[in-house]
């Protein structure tokens, strides 16, 4: 059975106000559902200009995006914020929990932002509560005592599971992972990236994820590295196993 593109990107060009050169350049892309993308680059290769594009926070000048056969050039503002909080999980470098929200509900942050979230988290567990613990339990969290504590008291690798959490809540087709690994030390890398897929095995989902970690990459189907413009050379893409 053919699988359907979640995400597509025909002939894309962005380049920020100030630049003299093009930044990104991707004639094509096309990731199928349940098919993940690995992007790498250097510093100031534009990996977090594509994330941002791939979410519709910026508009390219030249091309198109589309996610889940939703063009984002066909929204308004204010549509493609509500399309990237119903389709679309963050995990950040810096995890960005909220300090004064208990772990529960910076887990069911997403669900306040987006109706379709709220509904499938619920329809989920029965209730976003238990969507919430069934995560952070299965990402390792499960000890009563440690989620009464706020999250500016837990380590660095349980902030992150919580962000994970947070990311996979109500099921969104896309989990965008900018960096999650680079404050955890090599094994719990990859014990968390196998939390990570074992979850999004069992659903729909697609993972973008952003690393300088090569050890993860066939885990992906597709991956993709851009070059920086202070190599003086042009942004480049090369897909699937060329790397
Ligand atoms: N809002 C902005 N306005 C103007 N230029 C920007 C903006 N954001 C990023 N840039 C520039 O675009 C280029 C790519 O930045 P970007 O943050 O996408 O790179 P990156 O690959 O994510 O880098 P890093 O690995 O250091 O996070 C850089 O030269 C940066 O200075």
């Given at each position: 059975m053919k699988k359907e593109a979640c995400i597509q990107i025909s002939d894309l060009q962005f380049q920020w106000?100030?630049?003299?050169?093009?930044l990104l350049n991707i004639p094509e892309l096309i990731i199928n559902q349940q098919e993940h993308l690995y992007i790498q680059g250097d510093s100031g290769s534009g990996k977090s200009t594509l994330l941002n594009l791939l979410g519709g926070i910026i508009e390219p000048q030249q091309g198109d995006i589309t996610i889940l056969g939703q063009s984002l050039r066909q929204l308004s503002s204010s549509q493609r914020d509500h399309f990237r909080a119903a389709h679309i999980g963050y995990v950040f470098q810096q995890f960005n929990l909220v300090p004064y929200l208990s772990i529960l509900d910076n887990v069911t942050l997403p669900c306040d932002f987006s109706s379709e979230r709220y509904k499938r988290a619920g329809a989920s567990s029965n209730s976003i509560k238990k969507e919430a613990m069934r995560l952070l339990s299965h990402l390792g969290l499960e000890d009563e005592a440690l989620l009464q504590k706020p999250v500016t008291q837990l380590s660095v690798g349980q902030q992150q599971r919580v962000a994970a959490a947070r990311a996979f809540i109500g099921s969104p087709e896309i989990i965008i992972a900018d960096e999650p690994t680079s404050s955890l030390d090599a094994n719990a890398q990859e014990s968390f990236i196998k939390l990570l897929f074992d979850e999004v095995k069992s659903k729909n989902t697609t993972i973008v994820f952003v690393s300088h970690?090569?050890?993860?990459?066939?885990?992906?189907?597709h991956s993709i590295q851009l070059t920086s413009l202070q190599a003086n050379k042009a942004t480049t893409l090369m897909e699937g196993g060329q790397l």
């Amino acid at each position: 059975m053919k699988k359907e593109a979640c995400i597509q990107i025909s002939d894309l060009q962005f380049q920020w106000p100030d630049q003299k050169e093009t930044l990104l350049n991707i004639p094509e892309l096309i990731i199928n559902q349940q098919e993940h993308l690995y992007i790498q680059g250097d510093s100031g290769s534009g990996k977090s200009t594509l994330l941002n594009l791939l979410g519709g926070i910026i508009e390219p000048q030249q091309g198109d995006i589309t996610i889940l056969g939703q063009s984002l050039r066909q929204l308004s503002s204010s549509q493609r914020d509500h399309f990237r909080a119903a389709h679309i999980g963050y995990v950040f470098q810096q995890f960005n929990l909220v300090p004064y929200l208990s772990i529960l509900d910076n887990v069911t942050l997403p669900c306040d932002f987006s109706s379709e979230r709220y509904k499938r988290a619920g329809a989920s567990s029965n209730s976003i509560k238990k969507e919430a613990m069934r995560l952070l339990s299965h990402l390792g969290l499960e000890d009563e005592a440690l989620l009464q504590k706020p999250v500016t008291q837990l380590s660095v690798g349980q902030q992150q599971r919580v962000a994970a959490a947070r990311a996979f809540i109500g099921s969104p087709e896309i989990i965008i992972a900018d960096e999650p690994t680079s404050s955890l030390d090599a094994n719990a890398q990859e014990s968390f990236i196998k939390l990570l897929f074992d979850e999004v095995k069992s659903k729909n989902t697609t993972i973008v994820f952003v690393s300088h970690d090569e050890r993860f990459i066939p885990l992906f189907e597709h991956s993709i590295q851009l070059t920086s413009l202070q190599a003086n050379k042009a942004t480049t893409l090369m897909e699937g196993g060329q790397l």
